[in-house]
């Protein structure tokens, strides 16, 4: 192997703490033909990048790898290291040894594994090919999904960049959620003074198209030529754009009888209609809602529908604050109001003395501790009967009206939405972000941006921060002509191509096409510019014409051989795919979760790539367990559904093992997310154990 | 004043006041309702300047036909009376800008008293829109903030200054260079990084901070069109918006930057051991060297105060980098716009006498716990308490300094999450240890944040509803006592640690450059600066062309300050291509 550089990195004490670095590299140095080995204490800084580069250039290196943290980290970072030393950027390796080596084992078993990581990465990096990036033309228009207040701030952003915006809202007219909130905020302009020029400069802008009453059906392209269709009152239409930004906003939550039976009460009601209350048409003449001209004393019940720690185990950010303006609102009338509460939280400073010292000032009671039970009077009120936390006692209130502060929730349309945008949810149901602290305004797919509480809850002003935000992020992209890809995508070998089709009918982006070539027969061709390089085409290929450029089979079954070349009968060989399994490994990693070491991940972008013959390879090397882990079906896969064509193969896997004489129950597959980091473990552990128990599955 | 200009100011026989003139007042019930409009269109047209009232005005069908090119056709000199130009201002902007006969402006009707003095204003604003009025007295009325500017001579620079190399600095000026628009990054700090640098996980993922951040740096600093001038201060900023004259005093670091290549050659030798600021004093370091191991820009730096000039250091440098005897120097940078990104300070616990910060060794603040558990830290990331022994127990006091009256009044945000985040790290490190969190309310109101709280409850972390009265030493003379009195429980009780971590709140930005421009941006009744407006203004200071970020206009976590630092740059953008175009005649002065 010459011309290979191999790296092994500190990362402080993250991976120097549990693992011997020098006396791994010098077992790579013996097992391996690499011209340069070394240790860094921190490869991805300054002088870590100078060194390597140095050595590109000072021993003639052709290929390199970095053992260091996950390349779902730092990869881009090394192939513009290598890149700055002449080097093609894609001849680089990274082998994991923190997230999912030092931080889930310990002692000699994380020394042996960390060593099978390099050497499984060497046997990839030998075979990867130099690749070039593609260009891809910029469509220099954007389509914003949602015409609420972050939609229109995003909208109205770019279209005064220069850029054509179309902007499709589901409902008759725009304004979203933020049209139903009636009470102003205490010294403040109310926010429909805000909002209505937003709708209006909307309607007036040259450089923006709303359509009102309209749907997104279906995305098709790729970052810079996306390509929607929308059902309007007249009819479908298509529209093209460079770029995607969704604001779909959230829905208030409306209160599950089963678990809030006192919600049906007619002097029960929710946050939002007590906001109703407050619009124009319902006032008298000195201002107070009708509605509440002989109420005396009202009651806010906090987290309802938030910090479930059955259902929904998420706090609603607002729900508070949103009280507390209520409540203060309630006090200018001479109503009296009582707030039961478990936490009292703002998320803002200046709400601690304008809010809540505020409302204590002006005579609103607070309660901390746990509702047990609302039941009506005689009289036509209502009985709060409440555990006081203070007193350490069971307590009744008589009020005449209970609002139920209700939380923010993903909308009820949100999963097929999802499905047309191709984009994962977190835990709590919101579209998840690229990155939850560097990255909150891109999702996973490249091109699309999410603004506003599609994401999570915020208030208006955070929604108009995020949203402006967002909006920048899509000009960043619209503002050129072309935009730079990745080189990663799938080839077609003429000669062993049939013709069959199927990769053309399993492509989620229908990139591939059969042509008649030269001779008349009919063979498979790549759409460079739409392949994504999932390598769904490879994995369904029946005679490995279709390969992926960057994880090309000949790679792959080299780091299976190498990941078994040792006591092959007691290891897990574990195919997971780079956006939610390995991202899932890479979380256990992250949050120290432990688990048994003779699993071997190998990395495919993914669960799609994997074909029956590629699993079978992994037995006849003596394979204890192969497993199989891609993102949870029908949504999340991050190639729409590279995880569902995988698998459609599995019955045929099954069949083809007992053919071949394996007991199909070694093989498994599961979805695993990138959040989901104990399910990782759970699973490994579970395969270890039968593997040590002589049990399959 | 001329005879000429006072003559148009004063002239009562103004020939046909209302010809070519409107005055259109909005309603607006909802804001400003109180306002007796009626009253004031009789005061007005009493001196025959006729009025039309409008419901909302910026309802589509109202704002159309009354903003319309036809409504306007013989309209010259228009008063728009209506709401803030911050609600406004944009869309009459949007409307109008390509009606070039036409002089307008617009005032605010919450803006005055009553009806009477509302028609003085109304009435002299009217007069000012008279060209012949402005052109002989030169007057520039205040105008509305964001409207166009008078033309100037010169082209406005097209460069940004971002003042605070942290986290939202280097995103605000990865996002500008994004788009083209070349910024110089201004950081007082020997490396980028700010705060985030410093923290050893970030919540509520427990990522390695500087592991996330490390790359980000790298990206701000080898930009093309990103100049990084760190171990800087803004010493002056003077002009006027669009044209701002920026004086950096860069401090010297006493090694020449191009030469040194970060070896720590000078650092090995240097016989001056001094406490390491960036690791809150809990480390030692040499008076020469790099000040922590990422980072940017990778070159050591010679703390003058307790260098003793012994020369150990010039002739162990192979590359002859370094240069005793450096001077303070100061550069001037042309800008159109500013983003302050400095940060918050954090507040002195040991304000907080009681809890003996600064008496006990064992009390620490956050960014102290987190430098101590830091592989990049004092015990390389072994949880060590300072008296050498392992934590059994560690306490958390919460709102240490925040919200309370006698310090900081308001609430610093961040500090649950952060203690229950570290909470976690002392359990990654001591898993049987007791580890107790003393709060007021626990506000874990972020994305994932209440999923953090739950699984420091699933792992045993206490969380009790006091805040302790003091600290003080226990009775074995070794441990920490902490005295407090739960709300459901009579009585004072005390809790053993053997470490106590202080969430201290965080304070506004204490440099303040000298402004000397005609109002420098407002700082609010806290201290942080203050946002222009509260819809939609909340990254712009009182001060067109300034914008701000991150924790210097109140307390934020990392992904707030990210989220903002992309708004910022989508403002600036836009501010630069108003100030660069040439306005044209018909925007009011």
Redesign the interface.
């Known amino acids: 192997m010459s011309g290979i550089g191999v790296y092994i990195c500190h990362c402080g004490q993250n991976i120097a703490g549990v693992i011997d670095v020098e006396a791994l590299r010098r077992r790579v140095a013996q097992c391996s033909k690499a011209a340069v080995v070394k240790t860094n204490v921190f490869c991805c800084s300054e002088p870590g990048q100078k060194e390597i580069r140095a050595d590109i250039a000072e021993h003639g290196l052709e290929r390199v790898l970095v053992a260091a943290c996950s390349p779902r980290l730092h990869e881009v970072t090394f192939r513009r290291t290598i890149a700055q030393a002449g080097l093609n950027p894609y001849l680089l390796e990274m082998a994991n040894i923190r997230e999912q080596c030092s931080w889930v084992h310990r002692g000699s078993e994380a020394q042996d594994k960390a060593l099978d990581l390099i050497l499984m990465g060497l046997a990839r990096l030998a075979r990867l090919v130099p690749l070039q990036d593609r260009l891809v033309p910029v469509t220099r228009r954007a389509l914003v999904v949602g015409g609420g207040v972050g939609g229109l701030s995003a909208a109205l952003e770019l279209a005064d960049c220069g850029v054509p915006v179309v902007l499709v809202e589901k409902s008759p007219s725009l304004g979203g959620q933020a049209l139903r909130w009636n009470i102003a905020v205490p010294e403040v302009d109310p926010l429909s003074c805000f909002l209505r020029p937003l709708i209006t400069r909307a309607h007036l802008h040259p450089r923006i198209r709303v359509l009102e009453a309209s749907t997104l059906e279906d995305v098709r392209g790729y970052v810079g030529r996306f390509s929607a269709s929308i059902l309007g009152p007249t009819g479908p239409c298509t529209e093209e754009a460079g770029a995607l930004v969704v604001a779909t906003g959230f829905e208030p939550y409306t209160p599950d009888l089963s678990r809030y039976p006192f919600a049906a009460l007619p002097q029960v009601m929710t946050s939002v209609q007590l906001e109703e209350l407050f619009g124009k048409d319902g006032r008298t003449r000195h201002g107070i809602p009708s509605a509440l001209e002989r109420v005396r004393t009202v009651a806010f019940l906090q987290c309802v529908g938030s910090r479930l720690d059955d259902e929904y185990p998420h706090c609603s950010r607002l729900c508070c604050a949103v009280t507390l303006k209520q409540a203060l609102a309630l006090r200018a009338f001479g109503i009296n109001v009582r707030v039961f509460h478990r936490d009292i939280r703002l998320y803002d400073k200046n709400q601690e003395e304008a809010l809540y010292g505020r409302a204590r000032r002006e005579g609103v009671q607070f309660h901390r501790g746990v509702l047990k039970a609302v039941e009506g009077d005689a009289a036509g009120g209502l009985i709060l009967h409440w555990y006081d936390e203070f007193l350490d006692e069971d307590m009744r209130f008589p009020v005449d009206r209970l609002v139920c502060a209700v939380g923010l929730r993903p909308r009820s349309d949100a999963e097929s939405l999802r499905r047309v945008l191709r984009l994962a949810a977190s835990q709590d149901g919101f579209l998840l972000e690229a990155h939850p602290k560097l990255h909150p305004l891109e999702s996973a797919v490249e091109g699309v941006f999410l603004a506003g509480s599609c994401q999570g809850p915020k208030d208006v002003r955070e929604t108009v921060a995020a949203s402006v935000g967002a909006a920048a992020k899509a000009y960043q992209l619209l503002c050129k002509d072309v935009l730079q890809l990745d080189g990663m995508i799938a080839v077609i070998d003429r000669d062993g191509c049939v013709g069959c089709g199927t990769c053309a009918a399993e492509c989620p982006y229908q990139a591939i096409v059969l042509r008649e070539d030269e001779e008349g027969a009919l063979k498979a061709h790549v759409e460079t510019a739409a392949c994504k390089g999932c390598g769904v085409c490879a994995g369904a290929c029946p005679t490995q014409a279709a390969d992926h450029l960057g994880f090309p089979l000949e790679a792959l079954k080299a780091m299976v051989d190498a990941a078994l070349a040792d006591r092959a009968g007691e290891k897990i060989l574990a195919f997971c795919c780079h956006w939610c399994a390995y991202a899932g490994a890479d979380a256990a990693g992250v949050s120290r979760l432990a688990y048994p070491t003779p699993v071997r991940i190998v990395r495919v972008p993914c669960s799609g790539r994997i074909s029956p013959r590629l699993v079978l390879h992994a037995f006849q090397k003596g394979a204890g367990r192969v497993m199989v882990a891609g993102c949870h079906p029908p949504g999340d896969c991050h190639y729409i559904s590279g995880n569902v064509r995988f698998e459609s193969r599995v019955p045929r896997i099954r069949t083809l093992l007992s053919k071949k004489g394996y007991d199909p129950n070694r093989f498994s597959y599961y979805w695993i997310s990138a959040t989901e980091g104990p399910q990782f473990q759970q699973i490994v552990r579970r395969l270890a154990e039968g593997l040590e128990t002589g049990n399959p599955s | 004043m001329t005879a000429a200009a006072h003559e148009a100011m004063t002239n009562q026989k103004n020939q046909s006041p209302t010809h070519g003139t409107r005055i259109l007042l909005c309603r607006?019930p909802?804001?400003h309702g109180w306002q007796d409009l009626d009253q004031t269109a009789e005061i007005l047209a009493g001196a025959g300047i006729s009025v039309r009232l409008v419901d909302?005005l910026?309802?589509?069908e109202t704002?159309?036909k009354e903003m319309s090119k036809t409504a306007l056709r013989d309209v010259e000199r228009l008063v728009i009376g209506a709401?803030?130009p911050f609600?406004?201002g944009?869309?009459l902007n949007?409307?109008l800008h390509d009606q070039s006969d036409l002089r307008w402006t617009l005032v605010d009707l919450k803006d005055a008293r009553n009806a009477v003095a509302l028609s003085g204003i109304l009435r002299s604003r009217l007069q000012a829109l008279d060209p012949a009025f402005s052109k002989t007295c030169g007057v520039l009325s205040a105008g509305i903030p964001h409207g166009t500017l008078r033309p100037l001579g010169a082209k406005a620079p097209r460069r940004v200054l971002v003042v605070g190399g942290g986290?939202g600095g280097c995103?605000v000026a990865l996002?500008l260079a994004?788009?083209?628009i070349p910024v110089t990054l201004v950081e007082t700090e020997d490396s980028l990084g700010g705060n985030m640098a410093r923290l050893d996980k970030?919540f509520?993922?427990?990522?390695?901070s500087i592991?996330?951040?490390?790359?980000?740096l790298?990206d701000a600093a080898s930009h093309p069109l990103i100049t990084v001038l760190a171990s800087s201060r803004i010493k002056r900023i003077s002009g006027r918006p669009g044209h701002f004259l920026v004086e950096i005093e860069h401090r010297p670091r006493y090694v020449d930057m191009d030469l040194c290549s970060?070896?720590g050659a000078c650092s090995e030798v240097c016989p001056v051991i001094v406490p390491s600021a960036w690791n809150a004093g809990l480390r030692p370091r040499k008076a020469v060297g790099i000040v922590f191991?990422?980072a940017?820009?990778?070159r050591a730096a010679i703390q003058k105060d307790y260098c003793i000039e012994c020369g150990l250091c010039e002739k162990a440098c192979e590359r002859k980098a370094i240069r005793l005897s450096e001077e303070p120097h100061v550069s001037r940078l042309h800008t159109a716009a500013i983003v302050l990104a400095e940060g918050a300070r954090l507040f002195k616990a040991s304000r907080l006498g009681s809890y003996g910060y600064g008496r006990f060794p064992e009390v620490l603040t956050n960014l102290e716990f987190e430098r101590l558990v830091c592989?990049?830290g004092p015990t390389?990331?072994a949880l060590i308490a300072p008296s050498g022994s392992r934590p059994r127990s560690v306490a958390f006091i919460q709102c240490a300094g925040s919200?309370n009256r006698r310090f900081l009044?308001?609430?610093?945000?961040t500090c649950c999450t952060a203690s229950i985040k570290e909470a976690m790290l002392v359990l990654?490190h001591e898993p049987e240890a007791a580890v107790t969190i003393f709060f007021n309310?626990?506000?874990?109101?972020?994305?994932?944040?209440?999923?953090l709280f739950?699984r420091a409850r699933e792992r045993g972390v206490r969380f009790v509803?006091a805040l302790p009265d003091r600290v003080e030493r226990a009775k074995d003379g070794k441990r920490l006592s902490v005295h407090y009195r739960a709300?459901?429980h009579p009585g004072t009780q005390t809790l053993e640690a053997d470490l106590v971590v202080l969430a201290v709140g965080v304070e506004p930005p204490n440099a303040d450059p000298r402004w000397v421009v005609r109002t420098p941006p407002r700082r609010d009744h806290?201290g942080?600066y203050e946002e222009a407006f509260?819809?939609?203004r909340?990254?712009h200071s009182t001060l067109p062309g300034i914008f701000l970020i991150g924790g210097c206009h109140?307390?934020r976590d990392?992904?707030?300050t990210?989220?903002?630092?992309?708004?910022a740059?989508?403002?600036v953008?836009?501010w630069l291509?108003r100030v660069s175009a040439s306005p044209s005649k018909s925007s009011p002065p």
């Open positions: 607006c909802e804001r909302a910026c309802e589509r704002f159309t709401c803030s609600l406004i944009d869309l949007q409307a986290v995103q996002d994004g788009m083209g970030t509520p993922t427990l990522d390695c592991c996330i951040l490390g790359p980000r790298v970060g070896c191991e990422q940017v820009p990778l592989a990049t390389q990331g919200r009044p308001y609430c610093s945000i990654e309310d626990i506000r874990t109101t972020g994305k994932s944040f209440e999923g739950l509803k709300a459901s806290y942080f509260y819809w939609g909340q990254m109140g307390p990392i992904t707030q990210v989220t903002e630092a992309s708004a740059a989508a403002h953008a836009k291509r």
